[in-house]
């Protein structure tokens, strides 16, 4: 398995450009979520979904969007980057809740390091 | 509000130094604690998690934490660190019934010195 996999890992964007990162786990998840991390911060949450065609906002959510088409797959886009949103994001996923304690923990992928100029 | 602390931002220790790194919550319900761990250029990876029964649990690479309730406390400890233990490490608070409220501290980044 190979977990979460998340593209790319770096990326530099201009002012007002547009892009996708690309999340995909393998484990079967209906739980998806991304993260930016910035320091000083920790991890804020962005965007989640609970299963396919459901999705909610966590945190800090503007200028993000977020589809969930299939169980697997989970892009977030950015569609007018700007330079506050220059920061490390991560994707996570575990099951949702099943009644059975420990289910649930989060799995993380290595993050998509995005810089915005 | 809901909230995770570590007043620690900067940890430096020796090898072989015992650690302990500090986690205060605030949080409506039972809380469901975690410790991830993020090596440089990584992404985080579970130490250990608490949900019930015995409020001192051992996680990976030696790490054990104790539950306190009545101090909202989940603090993290090693009675002997490593060099490769230099990271940072977060502190985390949810429960059960709300993955997607999965809180997160700002994080202590640990310096192991030779």
């Known amino acids: 398995n190979a977990g979460v996999t998340q593209t790319p890992k770096f990326q530099v964007l201009k002012t007002g450009q547009s892009m996708t990162l690309q999340c995909a786990q393998d484990?079967?998840?209906?739980?998806m979520s991304w993260y930016r991390q910035d320091p000083g911060m920790g991890l804020r949450l962005i965007h989640y979904?609970?299963?396919?065609?459901?999705?909610d906002q966590g945190e800090v959510p503007n200028g993000y969007n977020v589809s969930r088409s299939t169980t697997e797959d989970f892009p977030l886009r950015l569609l007018s980057a700007a330079p506050s949103q220059t920061s490390v994001y991560f994707c996570?996923?575990?099951?949702?809740?099943?009644?059975?304690?420990?289910?649930?923990?989060?799995?993380f992928g290595a993050g998509s390091r995005l810089t915005v100029l | 509000a809901q909230s995770v602390t570590q007043p620690d931002i900067h940890i430096t220790v020796s090898e072989g130094a015992s650690l302990e790194l500090r986690c205060n919550y605030s949080y409506g319900a039972t809380p469901y604690l975690f410790w991830y761990v993020q090596s440089p250029g990584q992404g985080l990876q579970l130490l250990l998690k608490y949900f019930s029964g015995d409020t001192l649990v051992q996680g990976i690479k030696g790490f054990e934490a104790e539950f306190k309730r009545s101090q909202s406390s989940f603090n993290l400890r090693k009675p002997s660190v490593h060099w490769s233990d230099a990271a940072e490490y977060f502190c985390?608070?949810?429960?059960?019934?709300?993955?997607?409220?999965?809180?997160f501290g700002t994080g202590t980044r640990l310096q192991v010195f030779p």
């Open positions: 979904s609970v299963g396919a065609g459901i999705t």
């Open positions: 985390a608070v949810g429960s059960s019934y709300n993955t997607d409220k999965l809180i």
């Open positions: 996570a996923s575990s099951y949702f809740f099943t009644g059975e304690a420990g289910a649930n923990v989060l799995t």
């Open positions: 484990m079967n998840h209906e739980y």
